[in-house]
Nanobody, 114 residues
């Protein structure tokens, strides 16, 4: 079954931290570059970070130095550690492949209060 399940979101004050998790089915995850995306109210979905199966990472300028993407290949899970959160990080966060996206999961809501 093709599936992505995001979790770990919540309400946090500016400057705080959250760790998001995304459990993927093996057919989605294994060998693929995985990515985190986010969609703020009234805005288009945007790419936040990617991580290749071999470990290469990419970060959007807006999160560089604050967010860290990681993956556990044995668990088919990708993580996003978010530190020094800002109100502008408020969004629904989704994971998916970077190349060849599949059906989107429900996402996990992150709200950063000022």
């Amino acid at each position: 079954q093709v599936q992505l399940v995001e979790s770990g979101g919540g309400l946090v004050q500016a400057g705080g931290s959250l760790r998001l998790s995304c459990a993927a089915s093996r057919t989605i995850f294994s060998g693929y570059t995985m990515a985190w995306y986010r969609q703020a109210p009234g805005k288009q979905r945007e790419l936040v970070a990617t991580m290749a199966a071999g470990g290469y990472t990419y970060y959007a300028d807006s999160v560089k130095g604050r967010f860290t993407i990681s993956r556990d290949n044995a668990k088919n899970t990708v993580y996003l550690q978010m530190n020094s959160l800002k109100p502008e990080d408020t969004a629904v966060y989704y994971c998916n492949r970077y190349y060849g996206t599949v059906v989107w999961g429900q996402g996990t809501q992150v709200i950063v209060s000022s």
